[in-house]
């Protein structure tokens, strides 16, 4: 099975996903339990079947292929299906087809591997619809509950239970089917970034992952007339929101290489001649020191009590997202070194500035992820590009990695 046959079936199979879209022709919207979910889900069902898999949709939304070894604990490759809003065609979905070749690959070189091995397309790792994120791998490891999923809610008010029942899952059975099963965890993940290219890499073999938090600020001012309300009587909600938000970058320069953003904003009622009664977003910090990103948001916080104060309002800061920053095993890392080696791919090693479900994994079991180039550095947007040749390298080299695994049984 050469490179090249590789490169052809990732290609159609990607291809084909793009179909399952709510924004075609602006990028690749698939949200969390929606009709395009649930399409790009029985497509990759179909592929995992096709290899002769055992697939199940998960109480998560997830889809996972399971191949029986000679022992039940499980190795766990994959990778999520959901999109960002007008995002790209390969964060995430690329990792699942990939990881579904490598499985192909894996089963030509082994009829019964010593594990149980499983495929895994995610569901709501973005966190897009909800402003959280991370869900199946949360989900698998027990880290949700009834009360988290009926907080999160979507622009419409819709929460992450709601949603879960409309798609046909069980809600209330959240946090009852953690696994205890899983061994490692390997990711296949475009990289999002320009380094590989402009080192002119082939793989990326990442050290560690960022940690996130993420957190919804509401800022209660009050409604006036534009015109008339004196400007020393206002409650502007909008001024207070443009202030603290003002902050937030200048603050992470002060941390390199931390990032932080605010990605999304509403206003009420959001009528040009009516001041702001009330403005929410949502703060997005990274970095490699879980100390200095609570070390941001307690800045943030503090500018928010004292500009509320100064106007007699109020705030809420609600957090929708907390992960910790994870090393990945060396274990596997030289698994897949050796495999660049013994194959002449060009790899480097580096950090992700993107979270990513091996993160959620990484801090309780033995994970690994390998990164392949982003065309442009570009993701996150309808110009978000990889070639599939890429991606059929990654695959021999996950295929590799989990035969390396298999036979020495080493992490
Ligand atoms: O937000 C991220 O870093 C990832 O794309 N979920
Ligand atoms: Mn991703
Ligand atoms: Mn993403």
């Not at 997005?284 to 500009?307: G, H, N, P, V, W």
Request: hydrophobic share 40%.
């Amino acid at each position: 099975m050469d490179l090249q046959e590789s490169r052809q079936r990732i290609a159609q199979a990607l291809n084909d996903l793009t179909a399952f879209n709510a924004t075609p022709g602006q990028g690749v919207t698939r949200f969390p339990f929606t009709e395009e979910a649930r399409q790009a889900s029985r497509y990759l069902k179909k592929l995992m079947e096709d290899l002769g898999l055992q697939v199940r949709l998960d109480n998560s939304g997830a889809v996972i292929g399971r191949l029986e070894g000679q022992v039940p604990e499980t190795i766990m490759t994959g990778s999520h299906l959901d999109s960002v809003q007008n995002g790209g065609a390969y964060d995430g979905i690329a990792g699942v087809v990939t990881s579904i070749e490598a499985l192909r690959l894996l089963l030509q070189r082994e009829k019964r591997p010593h594990y149980s091995y499983e495929v895994i397309a995610t569901n709501d790792e973005e966190g897009s619809r909800f402003s959280s994120g991370l869900f199946t791998g949360k989900v698998l490891l027990g880290q949700l509950s009834v009360e988290d999923i009926k907080g999160y809610k979507d622009a419409a008010g819709i929460s992450v239970y709601e949603a879960m029942q409309a798609y046909g899952l069980q809600p209330e059975e959240i946090d009852q089917h953690v696994r205890e099963d899983i061994r490692a965890f390997l990711e296949v993940h475009i990289e999002q970034g320009p380094i590989l290219e402009m080192e002119q890499k082939s793989i990326g073999i990442v050290d560690a992952i960022v940690g996130m938090k993420r957190a919804l600020i509401t800022i209660n001012g009050r409604a006036d007339h534009s015109g008339t309300m004196p400007m020393q009587l206002r409650k502007d909600a909008m001024e207070v929101a443009a202030k603290v938000i003002a902050k937030i970058g200048d603050r992470a320069r002060q941390y390199p290489p931390a990032v932080a953003t605010v990605g999304n904003l509403s206003v009420e009622p959001n009528i040009v001649n009516i001041v702001p009664s009330r403005v929410k977003f949502c703060i997005d910090f990274r970095t490699t020191d879980a100390e200095i990103i609570k070390k941001m948001y307690q800045e943030l916080l503090l500018d928010l009590d004292s500009c509320c104060q100064k106007y007699a309002m109020s705030y809420m800061a609600e957090e929708t997202l907390w992960v910790e920053p994870v090393q990945l095993r060396p274990q596997l890392q030289e698994y897949i070194e050796e495999s660049c080696r013994e194959r002449g791919f060009s790899h480097m090693h580096l950090i992700s500035g993107a979270g990513h479900d091996a993160q959620v994994f990484g801090a309780q079991l033995p994970a690994a992820m390998i990164f392949v180039p982003s065309i442009g550095g570009r993701s996150h947007c309808p110009e978000e590009r990889t070639d599939p040749l890429a991606l059929a390298m990654a695959a021999q080299v996950a295929c590799d990695t989990l035969v390396k695994l298999d036979t020495r049984q080493k992490l």
